[in-house]
């Protein structure tokens, strides 16, 4: 994520601002319309129910840290993808609890997510290497670009050694 932040210049989130639609769009089909589906197509085909758990785990977890990534190299509008990314990887500290509390209805379960929990996994994971990244660019272009060039495709945010939060 770090690596990310140092390519995306100043200026570069407009296009969410000034395209609230497709923010509001891109959101609820991320957020809601994708577990929505995975979830009725779990139901609808004959899985093991571990599998139908995994399935909808995976669905109802956006913004994982190599999905921006994988959006620019397929070719993701550059000005919209962080944005979107960056709303995601927040709103996840809200929807994937409350998907949670609805799967637990649907399977008969009672499992949780600490929201407290889960934002310190956001923050660290993906909010704080890319806003540094980011930061460096604003304050630094120069260095941003020798760094960006010298490191490609490196994470730092894998390479730091993960706190351990209670």
């Known amino acids: 994520m770090f690596d990310l932040g140092l390519a995306i210049p100043p200026g570069h989130f407009r296009k969410a601002w000034i395209h609230p639609g497709l923010m509001l769009k891109s959101l609820f089909a ?3 319309a994708v577990p ?3 979830l009725i197509v779990v139901k609808s085909v004959d899985l093991a129910r571990p599998v139908e758990v995994g399935i909808v785990l995976m669905a ?10 994988r959006s620019l190299d397929a ?3 550059r000005d919209f993808a962080p944005a979107l990314q960056i709303a995601v990887a927040i709103l996840a500290v809200v929807t994937i609890p409350l998907w949670i509390a609805g799967l637990d209805e649907v399977y008969g379960a009672s499992a949780s997510v600490d929201p407290n929990h889960l934002a310190r996994q956001v923050f660290i994971a993906q909010l704080l290497p890319l806003g540094l990244g980011i930061g460096l660019n604003r304050l630094r272009p120069k260095w941003a670009a020798a760094l960006g060039c010298a490191l490609p495709g490196w994470r730092v945010s894998c390479c730091w050694p993960s706190p351990r939060w209670r």
Do not use: E, H, K, W
């Not at 109802?60 to 990534?69: D, E, F, H, K, T």
């Open 60 to 69: 109802i977890s956006p913004g994982a840290p190599v999905a921006l990534r």
């Open 36 to 38: 929505a589906l995975a």
């Open 75 to 77: 070719g993701g509008q």
């Open 30 to 32: 991320v957020l809601v």
